[in-house]
């Protein structure tokens, strides 16, 4: 069983939609949250960060994590065709100073947004 | 320039070249990082640098050698690679290492090997 499971997609949707996507994980130990955007051609761009359970918004995007659940979404509202990227989930648990911040990924979801 | 800078951003190497990729933040951080991003697979942290020091090593063959020689510039040396190291190498950066905190990446190198 893979740490953080991501369903690759496509996830097509029409411009103006909700775009929901997900990340389910196994380690309980998981307290950082983040989203990264990539555009192809391009690196990972960060989108939201977020430690902890709860919601965090910024702007049209809405980051959500449930720990009891080992689940955490990311919501895209008004979606428009530029949004049409991979959308990668990561996350990390608690500072330990030998661990640092290890990133554990999300295999990424393809997300196209028609007009 | 600002951020996290790559080159080249493309790099096609027969099996019995030697070359280096060259990573450049220019965001005073202290920690840099490589990973690995081949299709339809999770990035692969490679190695972790924090003030020039490696700090993390994921078991990477010996044919990837790392070089940090300041908190600003970072190089993966590449000598007899195969064919399954073709892939989008990336590196990041992050204020330090040691504390949760988020990572920028750069557009990374597209490898090929013939």
């Known amino acids: 069983q893979k740490e953080v499971e991501q369903d690759p997609g496509p996830l097509s949707v029409p411009e103006g939609a909700i775009v929901s996507l997900n990340c389910t994980y196994s380690?309980?130990?998981?307290?950082?949250f983040m989203w990264y955007r990539q555009y192809s051609r391009k690196g990972p761009e960060l989108l939201m960060y977020?430690?902890?359970?709860g919601n965090k918004e910024d702007g049209r995007f809405t980051a959500q994590v449930d720990k009891s659940s080992k689940y955490i979404s990311l919501f895209i509202r008004d979606s428009q065709p530029s949004d049409s990227a991979t959308y990668l989930c990561?996350?990390?648990?608690?500072?330990?100073?030998?661990?640092?911040?290890?990133?554990?990924f999300g295999g990424g979801t393809r997300v196209l947004v028609k007009p | 320039e600002t951020g996290v800078t790559q080159t080249p951003r493309h790099l096609v190497m027969g099996m019995t070249n030697k070359k280096s990729l060259k990573c450049e933040q220019h965001l005073g951080h202290n920690a840099m990082y490589w990973y690995k991003q081949s299709a339809k697979k999770p990035l692969e942290l490679m190695f972790v640098?924090?003030?020039?020091?490696?700090?993390e090593n994921n078991s990477v063959p010996s044919r990837f050698s790392p070089e940090c020689p300041n908190s600003s510039h970072l190089f993966l040396h590449l000598h007899t690679l195969q064919p399954e190291d073709s892939a989008l190498y990336l590196c990041?950066?992050?204020?330090?290492?040691?504390?949760?905190?988020?990572?920028?990446f750069g557009d990374g190198t597209r490898l090929s090997i013939l």
């Open positions: 977020t430690y902890s359970s």
């Open positions: 990041a950066s992050s204020q330090d290492w040691g504390q949760n905190q988020p990572q920028h």
């Open positions: 640098y924090s003030l020039e020091e490696r700090v």
């Open positions: 990561a996350m990390s648990a608690k500072e330990i100073k030998a661990a640092g911040n290890k990133l554990t």
């Open positions: 380690n309980s130990a998981f307290q950082y």
